[in-house]
């Protein structure tokens, strides 16, 4: 009998940990596909954003804010900006949340990610966690708001 209760202990066990190793790996595999298809989405937005100003952003801060919110029109997406390349605000969302100011994300996009059209971070905020990504928009190989002395 207690080689049976050793047995059944030793089976329960391992199931339980391979439950557990099972659950880690499809958790993060599933976090990685969300991610991944989240970061797609937000260029998609801003490429179809740029389509729509056929190229040529325009220099008033309400038609941008307009832009911006259809982009956030998409449940999914909570907030968006549009940031000069210095880091400074052009226009946002109502919902975007202040945790993120333009110049702080650009730092961080160019010391992890230097020269990339786009970056990903996935914060926690007090409310839980939100995926960020930084997209560029590139206009005759410069953001569209970016001053020719850098």
């Not at 329960?12 to 790996?25: E, H, I, M, P």
């Amino acid at each position: 009998m207690a080689r049976s209760a050793r047995f059944l202990l030793v089976l329960v066990v391992g199931l339980a940990l391979l439950t557990g190793v099972g659950y880690s790996l499809l958790t993060g595999m599933m976090r990685s596909w969300s991610e991944d298809d989240l970061a797609l989405r937000s260029r998609l937005a801003v490429a179809a954003a740029n389509d729509s100003f056929d190229g040529v952003w325009p220099d008033g801060r309400p038609r941008i804010k307009d832009a911006l919110t259809r982009i956030t029109r998409d449940e999914r997406i909570m907030g968006a900006a549009a940031c000069t390349a210095r880091g400074e605000l052009l226009a946002q969302t109502d919902a975007y949340p202040t945790e993120f100011s333009c110049r702080s994300l650009l730092t961080r996009m160019r010391a992890e990610a230097p020269g990339a059209p786009s970056w990903s971070m996935t914060p926690e905020l007090p409310s839980g966690r939100v995926h960020v990504t930084v997209t560029t928009v590139p206009l005759g190989g410069h953001a569209p708001w970016e001053d020719d002395d850098g």
